[in-house]
């Protein structure tokens, strides 16, 4: 359980700065980088760009669909507001991560939660 909340934290980290820009050091951007220059040339295209993504995102979607389903305390395949408490990363969000304002999460608001938390950290060169 400590595992998953830990990946949920890091799955909910990068929200956290949408929400107040900080600043993920430059060494993490370098090796970031590095890792999506498929072809070293020193620019990271669209191509490249989403084939990363895509890497990533299913890898981590594997995680979430773990941590969801660690989640759902009840098995009624959402989570509640007193389910979310467990992760105070996603109890502070909730209402952030609730898209269709029914007081819980589904599988599909995590996700998005998640492709959200991926594209902020989008190249903008
Ligand atoms: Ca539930
Ligand atoms: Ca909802």
């Not at 890792?35 to 594997?62: C, I, L, P, W």
């Amino acid at each position: 359980m400590t595992r998953t909340k830990l990946l949920i934290a890091l799955c909910a980290a990068p929200l956290l700065a949408t929400a107040a820009p900080a600043d993920p050091g430059q060494g993490y951007i370098d090796s970031t980088f590095t890792a999506m220059d498929a072809n070293k040339d020193g620019h990271v295209d669209k191509t490249e760009y989403a084939r990363f993504q895509q890497e990533r995102f299913s890898r981590q979607a594997d995680s979430i669909d773990v941590a969801f389903k660690e989640m759902d305390a009840d098995k009624d395949g959402k989570i509640s507001r007193k389910e979310a408490a467990v992760v105070p990363e996603i109890a502070k969000y909730f209402a952030g991560l609730d898209t269709d304002g029914d007081g819980y999460l589904s599988l599909k608001e995590m996700q998005q939660a998640m492709v959200a938390a991926q594209t902020a950290d989008a190249p903008t060169r």
